[in-house]
């Protein structure tokens, strides 16, 4: 069976503190560790309430002392926001304290609204056509030292911390394929160019020194409760704070309820609706055979599982629900 990978935003949930979320996301990374999924992922987002993983290397940093065998990465940081030697330093500070654990996925969003962009980079320029080059420039810091080589990423040089592209568009996923990197699609959001993607990625992909053949990780929105109907209500808080993103008002994510009808109009529903068709919804039966159909649809060779989730303790049981579906259906396959 492919494995199963953790996305987290450390949702801070209406009338919580960001410490609150940071400790849940730890809690929640000791549970994946116990569950056996492979990768914890925290996601860089700036001034969003609902979100506490802004200093995503940082965090990465408390995930991993809490932890001590599951993969924690950056899913991603968005290096258009960052210089290159920067990120080098950092992660391979990450690598240094905790060898062998540390991913490095990267995305040329801002991963944030375009004033908050500006404050964070104080210059506004036409950052997505450096990106590829950036790109190559961290890897040159995250290697071996070249000859003549005076800028140096100290911790950082020699580390080779696995560089992933992150996308949701062709662009990424053809850079990715040139390359010879791993490639993760955000279908959890945004799914309309996620087959074109997967299909650019492996026809174009080139075999590199990191990786012989084309490896596709595909976000998706899990959400699993005992019963179809509970599972359904846990997914209105998500929809809540999709629909309050489309207009404007991002905050703290809600509480879930009973029903959205009155809550948003027909129009709204349909947007969000389509931007999370890629969700999986529902009961154990209903989540296993969900993933089931994601996994043959795709081919996905790595699925990242995310849920924002209002009550933290209802999330945790959803990825133990997920894993046990992972599980059966590893069963149903050897068998």
Not at 102 to 122: K, M, V
Not at 214 to 234: C, H, K
Not at 275 to 296: K, M, N, W, Y
């Amino acid at each position: 069976m492919i494995p199963f990978s953790v996305l987290d935003l450390s949702p801070i949930v209406r009338g919580a503190t960001p410490a609150d979320a940071l400790r849940n996301t730890r809690e929640l990374a000791r549970h994946a560790e116990r569950l056996d999924y492979k990768r914890f992922w925290l996601a860089e987002h700036h001034n969003f309430p609902g979100i506490a993983s802004a200093a995503t290397s940082v965090v990465i940093g408390y995930v991993a002392e809490g932890t001590s065998t599951i993969r924690v990465g950056s899913g991603g940081v968005m290096l258009p926001n960052h210089a290159p030697l920067v990120i080098a330093e950092q992660f391979g500070t990450l690598e240094s304290l905790y060898p062998g654990r540390i991913d490095l996925g990267l995305g040329r969003a801002p991963g944030t609204d375009q004033g908050t962009a500006r404050a964070l980079r104080r210059a506004m320029g036409p950052s997505d056509d450096r990106f590829p080059e950036d790109v190559v420039e961290l890897q040159r810091y995250l290697g071996p030292q070249q000859p003549g080589q005076t800028v140096r990423a100290v911790p950082g040089m020699g580390t080779n911390v696995p560089i992933w592209l992150l996308g949701s568009s062709l662009f990424s996923a053809q850079l990715a394929a040139e390359m010879g990197l791993p490639f993760a699609f955000a279908s959890h959001f945004a799914p309309d160019l996620m087959m074109n993607a997967l299909k650019v990625y492996r026809t174009m992909f080139r075999p590199s020194d990191v990786l012989d053949k084309p490896y596709a990780m595909l976000g998706i929105n899990v959400f699993a409760a005992d019963t179809d109907e509970e599972a359904q209500r846990l997914f209105t808080s998500l929809q809540q704070q999709f629909w309050n993103l489309r207009r404007g008002t991002p905050g703290q994510l809600p509480p879930p309820v009973n029903t959205m009808e009155g809550v948003w109009t027909p129009i709204e529903r349909a947007g969000v609706d389509h931007a999370l068709s890629c969700a999986v919804v529902g009961s154990p039966d209903t989540v296993r055979e969900g993933l089931a159909s994601f996994i043959e649809r795709t081919g996905a060779d790595e699925l990242m599982v995310t849920a924002q989730i209002f009550d933290h303790t209802a999330r945790m049981h959803s990825f133990e629900l997920v894993a046990q579906a992972r599980d059966a259906l590893a069963e149903r396959q050897a068998a």
